[in-house]
Structures are given as structure tokens and as C-alpha cells.
Nanobody, 122 residues
Framework: QVQLVESGGGLVQAGDSLRLSCTASGRTFSSYAMGWFRQAPGKERECVAAINRSGGSTYYADFVKGRFTISRDNAKNTVYLQMNSLEPEDTAVYYC???????????????WGQGTQVTVSS
């Protein structure tokens, strides 16, 4: 069983930056592909970014390309989402997720964090 705990959300103004962190329990973090998802009120949960086990391959939704960066530190059991040039449309609850072995941008992840709220004011 893997537990994921997100942190770093908050209230910012348009154009600001935030860095989300997600720390995993356990000793097999490097076996897990990781993803960041978000869900705004009344909308479906969507993949923002994903990263493979080594961190050598990353994937981004079109709406965050060039603004967000996903990375991981396997020694710290942590995956990050650096968010720059935030827009009001980025307001959502952000979740990290993990699954064994193969990265995907679908919601087919086995483990989910509790979510962290990101609110961007105009």
C-alpha cells in the first residue's frame, strides 16, 4: 500500500507561480509512474502531467505546456509540479497519483492523494 500526501497549494494571483509536492510512503517509489491531475468544480478530472519511473520521460496536457513542469526525486520519494504563469482557469483541486511500472495520462492509477486546492485570482 502506498500513501500519497500533497502539499503546496494555495491562493495566488494570475501570473504567479506555485510548486506542488507529493510525497509517497514506502520504499519502492522508483517502481511507480506518477501523475498530477486536477478537478475543477463541475468538471471532469483531467491529467495535467505525468512522469515515468526514472523521470526521463514526461507528458503534459496541451493547456499547461510551457507553463508547468513535472519532476521527481526518487531519493526523497517525492514528485513535484512547478506551475508558472498561473491563470484563473488553473483553479482546481490538484491530485497526485501513482501506479506500478507504466506511465499513463489516463486516470488508471492505483493510488491517489487527498488533493490540494489551488486558487488563482484574476
Amino acid at each position: 500500500q502506498v500513501q500519497l500526501v500533497e502539499s503546496g497549494g494555495g491562493l495566488v494571483q494570475a501570473g504567479d507561480s506555485l510548486r506542488l509536492s507529493c510525497t509517497a510512503s514506502g520504499r519502492t517509489f522508483s517502481s511507480y509512474a506518477m501523475g498530477w491531475f486536477r478537478q475543477a468544480p463541475g468538471k471532469e478530472r483531467e491529467c495535467v502531467a505525468a512522469i515515468n519511473r526514472s523521470g526521463g520521460s514526461t507528458y503534459y496536457a496541451d493547456f499547461v505546456k510551457g507553463r508547468f513542469t513535472i519532476s521527481r526525486d526518487n531519493a526523497k520519494n517525492t514528485v513535484y509540479l512547478q506551475m508558472n504563469s498561473l491563470e484563473p482557469e488553473d483553479t482546481a483541486v490538484y491530485y497526485c497519483a501513482g501506479r506500478r511500472w507504466i506511465v499513463t495520462t489516463t486516470a488508471e492509477y492505483d493510488y491517489w492523494g487527498q488533493g490540494t486546492q489551488v486558487t488563482v485570482s484574476s
